[in-house]
């Protein structure tokens, strides 16, 4: 036994040995005691010996056989765990022989080594051997080192637990084997993680280089593709490719952003790894990964670039598809306004088709305010779109251009609807008030009223045989309010037929322009309303004429009440003196004087009485004469005349009978022989009787008229005359014109070839000219003959007759010409053998002569009536706008290369010559243009001469005045204005206008801001969107007579009351001073 234990303590001794020989010996010692065992069970069952003590022996026995196989078996278990751990050991102790100092120094040396493996796989090949070569190595470590803690930790739970304890060493030795199994697997941790770190580093930067390779080349791919770009023309498309792009940027970026953060990763990897790693003989790896990295970013920079190149084009080709798809649904929208207004023309024919097609336009208006709205994003789009520099700035330019032309050509379209309605309302509605107030005039001027009050005192003036009674002072004041009332009346009336006429011409004139406008063919139509404004226009006329007569009778009539007032008054006033004057005198000198100087004393006074009696002996005279005439004319009140005239002859009479006795008896007293009556009365006529007895009169009671107005009233009289005279001259002169030189010239064989057939051009229009005068206006003239302050009524009731000379004047140049040229010879023959006073040119003058005559003579006229101011201050406009009409339509003749209809701009109100600075030039330098206003443009023009010296005018823009803004004052130049379009008036928008002086430039302004005012856009729809179309200006004096007069019509003539003559007086005169005759 103490030779087993020596042996499996030893531990030089090799485990697997000692095992070998415990198990030889336990397995005979095994055998023996089974022997025994069976040797006593065979002794217990022979009984040679004492069976107990046979067992007791055997069962001792076997105890001890199974104590020793228990300490046998835990002995084999620690020699079992001595022998792995030592096996373990063993084979590590291998490795830490020369063969293992061998590779921990080729180990350290490649560790150090900074070459790095040329290629991926390779990398990963090596790697990959570092990691089973690593595994290996410190898994036999681990397991040595495993297996001796076992049997460590078996040794100490049989109580080794020191040295004393262990005698043998055993545990020891086991502990010294692990703490140099410990440090040697360290020192390969260590070394193999090193290795490890170095191979994934260069593993890594080939990947990285590999990767880095790959996305330069993909970007180059990607810089191809992006050169090239494919545009749609549909915006799904579009936005669809804008994606995909958009798509692909993000990839691109995604992918260079993964690929530089993998170098940036492995570059901070490497620095802080402390390695030195070289990527070849020349570069290190930070460095090339830093190149990596530059590479890639700049290639990503170009990449980039072109990126957003091609982003921008196909958002650009995005903004395009939804401007055209924007641009094509307003003008859809357009195309449905036109729609509507086609569909909707009519030209009403009553006040009722008028108020429905106002109703129907005021729904279209608010149909149209959205397209108004988006027409203006579309314009603000383009140009937008435009000012960001958009790749197809020309083909924007068009759509825009075009939706502003088909907006414009709508609201032209609209505005003429707009005034047409307007003006059709107008018309209806003035026509039809009109009419019922010259129906209530004429029933009331048709009746017969004592003013005065005569009738009711003449049976009891004939029962006294005399005046019974006088008139109370109030009536003459009455009277006299009633003739200023009644010529205030006439005055409203004709005003108002006045305003009648002017809306129907308005409403005429837009009809037949919105009937060009749609190219109508409905004629009948036309016809219809024509005729409808014609029957009206008559019935007007004849209501007007009547109305004129029944005022006339009616203002006869009050005259003649008031010369009776003053006839009576002062008769009144030479029998108060008689009564009171001469019969206190004759009452207080009955005695011829006791003496001689008494008798001359007395008819001194006598004489000096009878100085002051003559005065009213002239006055009693006047009024016999007066009374004589008045009664001659059958005068109203004739008979009331008669019986005061016979009153104050009787008492006139017998009081001069009386003087002249009393001076008989005077003279009788001193012997003086004179027979002479000299207040006595003469009866003969006086033509100026009655002017002298209202003289008289008013000389004492009533304010009069004075010097100055006696000599206005009579000069009134004379340009009347004159303006007959002259008329009736104009009018035998053009008969000489029409029947010698045009008859001579359309039938005679004699005419030269190079005027034969042309009288249209040499006379131009002359015949209408002549039948309007010989066959209207001249006997229209007359009727005011007595009324010269109302004759302005007269050319403004005929007002659009004139325009037949704006068509002559017009023409007259080319008569000129051609009358000089060719025509000489010809018309001077004409002249001597008809025996005219003067040459054809004289009388082809004749009608522009008479224009200004007319002018000259209502200016005169003008000047000394009062009453009447409006009127002949209106004929005196029509006359004025004559020659103003003929000069712009000679001007606008001159117009070439317009892209509109000229009849389609509307009438002209203003053309002149301006320096104009326009802010879309490159060079703002000042051009002289020639400008037109129209009631719908403002148009641009520059003047030519051709190799003639012809001027012409060659269109270069317009801009529509429904747009337009007004800016009156430009720093530094009083002449300056500028017009714009747009929601401000920002300078690089608007035109700078210079005039050529401030009377022009103020006249222009005022008349721009008219139009502006007036256009029916302007309010109706503005940019800020919407406003109610009504107009609220007052009516301004405009030579087209158009919408201004339209405008103030309804306060004109809607302010008549037609039971009340007084408010229709005084609610429509524009005079403040009225004067009663």
């Not at 339509?889 to 104009?916: P, R, W, Y």
């Not at 009631?935 to 010296?949: A, C, P």
């Not at 060659?954 to 204005?977: A, F, P, Q, R, W």
């Not at 022009?1000 to 856009?1017: G, H």
């Amino acid at each position: 036994m103490a030779h087993r234990k020596l042996v499996l303590i030893d531990s030089s001794a090799p485990p697997r040995l000692i095992a070998i020989a415990s198990s030889c010996c336990l397995q005979n010692t095994y055998t023996n005691a089974e022997k025994l065992l069976t040797a006593a069970e065979e002794l217990a069952r022979t009984g040679e010996c004492d069976v107990n003590e046979i067992y007791a022996v055997a069962r001792e026995l076997e105890s001890h056989v199974t104590s020793f196989a228990a300490r046998v078996d835990q002995r084999r278990r620690r020699l079992d765990l001595a022998a792995k751990f030592y096996s373990h050991r063993d084979e590590v102790g291998a490795l830490s022989g020369q063969e293992l100092a061998t590779w921990v120094e080729e180990l350290r040396q490649e560790v150090q080594n900074e070459e790095a493996v040329d290629c991926v796989e390779g990398a990963q090949r090596a790697l990959e051997e570092c990691q089973r070569q690593r595994d290996h190595s410190l898994h036999e470590c681990s397991a040595a080192i495993a297996h001796g803690q076992a049997l460590l930790q078996e040794l100490r739970s049989v109580g080794l637990h020191n040295a004393v304890m262990d005698t043998t060493g055993s545990v020891g030795a086991v502990e010294t084997s692990l703490d140099r199994l410990n440090k040697q697997r360290e020192e390969l941790d260590q070394l193999w993680s090193t290795r490890k770190l170095k191979l994934d580093l260069c593993l890594r930067l080939r990947l990285f280089e590999r990767d880095a390779l790959e996305v330069s080349s993909q970007l180059e791919i990607w810089a191809e593709e992006l050169q090239h770009t494919e545009l749609s023309h549909e915006v799904p498309a579009a936005e669809q490719h804008l994606q995909l792009h958009n798509d692909s940027v993000t990839h691109m970026h995604n992918t260079v952003f993964q690929v530089m953060q993998q170098g940036q990763e492995l570059a901070q990897a490497v620095e802080s790894s402390g390695l030195t790693l070289m990527a070849d003989s020349q570069y290190s790896a930070s460095t090339r990964i830093q190149v990596l990295l530059e590479f890639l970013h700049e290639r990503e920079m170009d990449v980039e670039e072109l990126a957003e190149l091609k982003r921008v084009k196909l958002e650009q080709c995005v903004q395009l598809c939804q401007f055209n798809n924007d641009s094509n649904q307003v003008i859809s929208w357009i195309r449905n306004g036109e729609s509507m207004l086609m569909a909707s023309f009519s030209i009403p024919t009553s006040l009722q088709d008028a108020e429905q097609l106002k109703k129907e336009h005021e729904q279209f208006q608010v149909a149209i305010e959205k397209t108004h709205s988006s027409a203006i994003q579309v314009k603000q789009r383009a140009e937008q779109l435009i000012n960001n520099n958009h790749y197809e700035p020309q083909s924007i330019r068009d759509m825009a251009e075009d939706v502003t032309q088909r907006w414009q050509q709508l609201v032209t379209c609209a505005e003429e609807r707009h005034k047409l309605v307007t003006a059709s309302s107008n018309f209806y509605k003035t026509a039809e008030q009109v009419c019922s107030v010259l129906d209530s005039l004429e029933r009331e001027y048709r009746r017969d009223e004592d003013w005065c009050g005569m009738d009711k005192l003449l049976a009891e003036q004939s029962s006294t045989g005399g005046p019974g009674f006088t008139l109370p002072p109030a009536v003459a004041d009455r009277i006299a309010q009633l003739i200023n009332k009644h010529q205030e009346q006439k005055e409203a009336f004709l005003k108002a037929c006045t305003l009648a006429r002017r809306t129907a011409e308005t409403f005429l004139k837009y009809s037949q322009r919105s009937l060009q406008l749609y190219s109508f063919q409905g004629e009948s139509t036309q016809r219809s309303a024509h005729a409808r404004v014609k029957t009206i226009l008559d019935k007007l006329l004849s209501q007007e004429n009547k109305v004129l007569d029944n005022w006339t009778h009616r203002k006869k009539r009050l005259d003649q009440c008031q010369q009776y007032v003053l006839f009576e008054r002062s008769a009144q006033q030479a029998l108060d003196w008689i009564q009171d004057t001469g019969e206190l005198y004759l009452s207080t000198h009955t005695s011829v004087g006791r003496t001689r100087d008494e008798t001359e004393k007395l008819l001194s006074e006598h004489n000096e009485f009878k100085g002051t009696a003559k005065e009213t002996r002239d006055r009693v005279k006047l009024l016999i004469q007066l009374a004589d005439s008045l009664v001659e004319k059958s005068h109203a009140h004739a008979g009331s005349i008669k019986q005061w005239v016979a009153a104050v002859d009787k008492t006139y009479k017998d009081f001069s009978i009386r003087m002249d006795k009393y001076r008989s008896q005077l003279e009788s007293s001193l012997g003086i022989q004179d027979t002479k009556q000299d207040l006595s009365i003469d009866r003969n006529s006086d033509p100026l009787l009655e002017a002298k007895v209202k003289e008289a009169a008013a000389a004492k009671d009533l304010k009069g008229l004075n010097e100055e107005k006696r000599r206005s009233a009579r000069r009134k009289e004379f340009i009347m005359a004159e303006l007959l005279q002259t008329e009736r001259t104009y009018v035998k002169d053009l008969e000489i014109c029409a029947r010698i030189f045009l008859d001579e010239m359309r039938n005679s064989a004699a005419v030269p070839p190079t005027i034969r057939g042309r009288e249209d051009v040499i006379f131009g229009n002359i015949e209408e000219i002549l039948a309007f005068h010989r066959d209207i206006f001249l006997r229209e003239l007359e009727k005011y003959e007595t009324m010269p302050e109302d004759v302005g009524h007269c050319f403004v009731t005929w007002a659009s007759k004139f325009d037949m000379y704006v068509k002559y004047c017009k023409n007259k140049p080319e008569s000129n010409s051609l009358l000089v040229q060719h025509g000489g010879a010809f018309f001077e023959d004409l002249q001597k053998r008809h025996r005219v006073e003067h040459p054809i040119s004289a009388y082809l003058i004749k009608p522009v002569q008479r224009i200004t005559k007319y002018q000259l003579l209502l200016k005169d006229l003008q000047s000394c009536c009062q009453e009447g101011q409006g009127e002949i201050k209106d004929g005196l406009e029509v006359m004025l706008n004559v020659p103003k009409k003929a000069n712009d339509a000679m001007h606008l003749s001159l117009l070439e290369g317009c892209d509109k209809n000229l009849d389609s701009l509307g009438e002209v109100i203003l053309q002149d010559t301006f320096h104009v600075w326009d802010p879309k030039q490159i060079i703002r330098k000042g051009r002289e243009r020639h400008i037109f206003l129209f009631e719908l443009y403002l148009l641009f023009s520059k003047e030519v001469k051709d190799s003639n010296g012809k001027a012409k005018y060659i269109y270069k823009n317009k801009l529509m005045t429904s747009e337009l803004g007004v800016t009156e004052h430009i720093e530094g130049d009083e002449c300056k204005l500028a017009v714009w379009t747009g929601r401000a008036p920002i300078s690089d928008y608007r035109i700078v206008l210079k005039a050529s002086n401030l009377e022009t430039k103020q006249m222009w302004v005022k008349k721009l801001r008219e139009v502006i005012q007036e256009t029916y856009f302007s309010s109706a729809l503005p940019l800020s969107l919407p406003k109610s179309p009504a107009k609220t200006k007052a009516p301004s004096h405009r030579s087209s007579r158009d919408m201004e007069d339209s405008t103030s019509l309804d306060e004109s003539v809607e302010n008549l009351d037609r039971n009340s003559l007084a408010s229709f007086g005084s609610g429509n005169t524009t005079d403040s001073d009225k004067v009663g005759h």
